[in-house]
T-cell receptor, first 110, second 113 residues
């Protein structure tokens, strides 16, 4: 059963703490992406990776970091430098152009 | 019912009617276009895509039309059902090695029983 999994579904953190969101895919896709979505808004690209051990900043990378050590995994760390981290985070993967999305993680900063 | 995307972000239709969701894209060099459906609290779900060498593509109950002259994309949903209620996003990809998607702001579709 192929797909993209994100965990956890809901995440709460205190101000000043770093937190890591998981994204795993078994579609054998080379490219992976992280997006942020705020209520009633579209998707904004945080980071993307077109191949293992390589990644690029998207439009809103400040306060975030990623790694791509394995083809199937692309974890996102939300650091304490991110001033407004409460949002819905979406991970996607693609082989060519069509991106397929995971179920998302809703992060709330208390 | 018909929307004009950014200017009318909410479209309300009666169950059984056809829906048309419109999208104006920005880059005349874009060569790939895609529509996603996003239900509340879930990730976007792929609906249909089209490349710039085509004007029309049909799926199950959905049709995408591409007018490159005026940089306009539309999604037509036939016999709209309550399960079609969601936010619909269009996205485009430019030519070249950078294949990032450029996203529209979304149109909310509400289906009235």
């Amino acid at each position: 059963d192929g797909g993209i999994t994100q965990s956890p579904k809901y995440l709460f953190r205190k101000e000043g703490q770093n937190v890591t969101l998981s994204c795993e895919q078994n579609l054998n896709h080379d490219a992976m992406y992280w997006y942020r979505q705020d209520p009633g808004q579209g998707l904004r690209l945080i980071y993307y990776s077109q191949i293992v051990n390589d990644f690029q900043k998207g439009d809103i990378a400040e306060g975030y970091s990623v790694s791509r050590e394995k083809k199937e995994s692309f974890p996102l760390t939300v650091t304490s430098a991110q001033k407004n981290p409460t949002a819905f985070y979406l991970c996607a993967s693609s082989e060519v152009d069509t991106q397929y999305f995971g179920p998302g993680t809703r992060l709330t900063v208390l | 019912g018909e929307s004009v995307g950014l200017h009318l972000p909410t479209l309300s239709v009666q169950e059984g009617d056809n829906s048309i969701i419109n999208c104006a894209y920005s880059n005349s060099a874009s060569d790939y276009f895609i529509w996603y459906k996003q239900e509340s609290g879930k990730g976007p779900q792929f609906i249909i895509d089209i490349r710039s060498n085509m004007d029309k593509r049909q799926g199950q109950r959905v049709t995408v039309l591409l007018n490159k002259t005026v940089k306009h994309l539309s999604l037509q949903i036939a016999a709209t059902q309550p399960g079609d209620s969601a936010v619909y996003f269009c996205a485009e990809t430019g030519a070249g090695n950078n294949r990032k998607l450029i996203w529209g702001l979304g149109t909310s579709l509400a289906v009235n029983p």
